[in-house]
């Protein structure tokens, strides 16, 4: 399985990014799918996860700002994010809620105060 995310970036506080996962090498449609994040020093957690039948988790830190969605024909996830603040930076990866596929390359999200 190949797990390649992109859109991340450099952002001032308060402005948005939208990441995408493109998943290759595996059924995806079946798979509940998250967003996880790992920054310095930090262990990596689950930021936001959706099932196969659109029902959706965010941890509280995130609720109302990021919006997860996903596109079965494309095999694709994305994360919306919105207000973004400078706590939010941190290497992104989507993979299954709980993950087991083969962790990608992640996308660098960095957020000036």
């Known amino acids: 399985v190949q797990l390649q995310a992109s859109g991340g970036g450099l952002v001032q506080a308060g402005g948005s990014l939208r990441l995408s996962c493109a998943v290759s090498g595996s059924i995806f449609s079946i798979y509940n799918v998250g967003w996880y994040r790992q920054a310095p020093g930090k262990q990596r957690e689950l930021v936001a996860s959706?099932?196969?039948?659109?029902?959706?988790y965010y941890i509280e830190a995130v609720k109302g700002r990021f919006t997860i969605s996903r596109d079965n024909s494309e095999k694709t996830v994305y994360l919306q994010m919105n207000s973004l603040r400078p706590e939010d930076t941190a290497v992104y990866y989507c993979?299954?809620?709980?993950?087991?596929?083969?962790w990608g390359q992640g996308a660098q999200v960095t957020v000036s105060s």
């Open positions: 959706r099932t196969r039948v659109g029902s959706t």
């Open positions: 993979n299954r809620d709980p993950a087991e596929w083969r």
